[in-house]
């Protein structure tokens, strides 16, 4: 018996692949979010086909505040967010499990603060660490500093950048860049399959 589960091109479907949703549209308004307990970074950017333009970044600070109203901030801050740029998607960082449980508990809530933010109706998409920097950087092991400088050149960011803000600013790349490849290989098999139902 073969290990492998299928046969790529047994299994391949003429049919169903031009049966497929067409690609993403090229322009498209994307929320990156990088949620914490104590401070939640956000990043808006405008994608048109490959140029991706920064609209706003940022980081709310909710540090000083009780430790049951931090929640409350987070979700009426992002909500804010969402209401004035209007995203079309919103892309976030994948839960990191660490050893302190304390932490990884309290990283859940303000997770789900703020995904519990998002409208009705926007799609999320969640991409784990090690995906975030390898598509922004080119190695999935780059420390936080590599990250945010690559953040900044791609960006052309100019002013003050927090840690926070680069690190959902990243978060929001790699989903433009998934979206771009997404698109192409869409593109590709339309293209292999009108060839062979020529």
């Known amino acids: 018996m073969s ?66 109203a931090r929640l409350r901030l987070i979700f009426d801050g992002l909500a804010r967010l969402f209401g004035e740029h209007q995203p079309a998607e919103v892309a976030i960082e994948r839960v990191f ?39 922004v950087v080119g190695s999935g092991a780059a420390e936080k500093f590599q990250v945010a400088h690559m953040v900044r050149v791609l960006l052309r960011v100019a002013g003050p950048l927090t840690a926070d803000a680069a690190d959902a600013l990243a978060v929001a790349v790699c989903h433009a860049h998934a979206r771009r490849i997404g698109a192409l290989v869409a593109q590709q098999g339309a293209g292999r399959v009108r060839q062979a139902q020529r």
């Not at 589960?5 to 692949?17: E, G």
């Not at 307990?37 to 970044?57: H, I, K, N, P, Y």
């Not at 995904?115 to 660490?129: K, R, S, T, W």
């Open 3 to 68: 290990r492998y589960r299928t046969r790529s091109w047994r299994a391949f479907d003429p049919a169903a692949a031009a049966a497929a949703p067409p690609p993403a549209a090229a322009n498209v308004r994307i929320v990156g979010l990088d949620p914490g307990s104590r401070r939640t970074g956000f990043g808006v950017l405008e994608c048109r086909g490959g140029e991706l333009t920064l609209l706003a970044q940022g980081c709310l600070n909710v540090s000083t505040a009780a430790p049951a």
């Open 97 to 135: 499990v660490s050893r302190n449980v304390d932490s990884a508990l309290k990283l859940g809530q303000a997770r789900g603060a703020a995904l519990c933010a998002v409208p009705g109706g926007i799609p999320v998409f969640e991409y784990a660490p090690r995906a975030i920097k390898l598509a």
